[in-house]
Nanobody, 115 residues
Framework: QVQLVESGGGLVQPGGSLRLSCVAS????????MAWYRQAPGKQRDLVAS???????NYVDSVKGRFTISRDNAKRTVWLQMNTLKPEDTAIYYC?????????WGQGTQVTVSL
């Protein structure tokens, strides 16, 4: 059974930082491109950043220069370092494979950027 467990979210002021973690079990994550997605209230879930098996990363324009995705295949973990956070980054953040999310979605981790 594939399980993805996200953590590290919280409430942060604009300009602050958070580091999200995703631990994968039941899946040989090292064989897949992994990604972080986010879903803001009332909006669809969108891919934010991805990292392939060679470590090549891609980001949506809105987070370029602020977010960094990384992975450790031995630890079956993917991270998302988020700096200079903005209110528009507020969302539930999820991890999954990419470009197709083949694993069951986890519960995600809530990120709220507010004064």
């Amino acid at each position: 059974q594939v399980q993805l467990v996200e953590s590290g979210g919280g409430l942060v002021q604009p300009g602050g930082s958070l580091r999200l973690s995703c631990v994968a079990s039941g899946i040989t994550a090292r064989f897949f491109t992994m990604a972080w997605y986010r879903q803001a209230p009332g909006k669809q879930r969108d891919l934010v950043a991805s990292i392939d098996i060679k470590g090549t990363t891609n980001y949506v324009d809105s987070v370029k220069g602020r977010f960094t995705i990384s992975r450790d295949n031995a630890k079956r973990t993917v991270w998302l370092q988020m700096n200079t956070l903005k209110p528009e980054d507020t969302a539930i953040y999820y991890c999954n494979t990419a470009p197709n999310a083949i694993a069951n979605w986890g519960q995600g981790t809530q990120v709220t950027v507010s004064l």
